[in-house]
């Protein structure tokens, strides 16, 4: 049984990573190279990385951008935005680029995806679908337009994956940036639908809320942006946590908190007061000579 994976999603907006709150506001963060860094020292299983202006300006995510992130992480990167070309997915593979995410250039020519998965393989390729719901079904959004497509998601989903889509990262609109927790039903039913993993995204709030997705659904990651952004323990508190529920997952971090006991929001507990006291208070016996 392959082991659940936690994946931060780094947005880029005029090349500053933001904090993403329902597709409309953004907060900004910081340089992508030092979030990256900073997410890989404390334990992430991979970062996509999606330049969410690089499409509607017509370009591409920079491959000097991917080629900093990427020197200071051993993360996987998963890289996004604005990609249409051949030329443009082999510059971002030398760059450090591990995996390729599109969105708007498989939606205009599914195509293309098919290409680059013969050119490097299906695994390299992550087809992004943002999911909102309309009149008691699901749809899929355009972020560029700001409107919905006219494709359902089932038959997106189904075009990503007969078109050499080796995982879907799939948002959700209505959870972005809410902290409410991910949309369980939709996960389950897309996750259901398809044979390749599933990366779920929006709404993560907690270490329980990945606990809840990765028991009741099918999906091989969960994925947040925000609950990573400013808290320096929450990746590792997060796969503690998971860890701890008796999921599988990779616990290869610089610090631990098994040995800690964290409330339903992920907060450290304090410990008990015969352990604090030992921390503080440590005999040393007199030396003999």
Known sequence: ??????????????????????????????????AAEFLNSWGIDEIVLVDI?????????????????????FTPIT???????????????HSGADKLCFNRSFFENPGFIRDVASQYGNQCVVVAI?????????????????????????????????????????????????????????????????????????????????ITLFNETKVSA??????????????NLTKQMIYKSGLEIRMETQASYIANQVNLSGRLLKKSEADLDHLLYIKIEKEVI
């Open 79 to 93: 890289a996004g935005g604005g990609i249409s070309e051949l030329w443009q997915a082999d510059q971002l593979i």
């Open 130 to 210: 943002d999911a909102i719901a309309e009149n008691d079904t699901w749809r899929v959004f355009d972020y560029s337009t700001g409107l919905n497509r006219s494709i359902s998601l089932e038959e997106a989903l189904k075009q990503a994956e007969e078109n050499g889509a080796g995982e879907i990262f799939l948002n959700t609109v209505h959870k972005d940036g809410s902290f409410t927790g991910f949309d369980i039903p939709l996960f389950k039913w897309v996750s259901e639908q398809v044979s390749v993993p599933v990366l779920a995204c929006g709404g993560a709030a907690s270490g329980s809320d990945f």
């Open 53 to 73: 202006s690089a499409g509607k300006q017509g370009r591409f995510i920079s491959p000097e951008m991917v080629k900093k992130a990427s020197s200071r992480c």
């Open 1 to 34: 049984m392959f082991k659940k994976r936690v994946i931060a999603v780094l947005p880029v907006l005029n090349n500053i990573v933001v904090q993403s709150y329902g597709f409309k506001k953004y907060l900004p963060v910081g340089k992508a190279e030092i």
């Open 222 to 235: 969960g994925c947040a942006g925000n609950f990573f952004h400013f808290a320096e323990h929450a990746v």
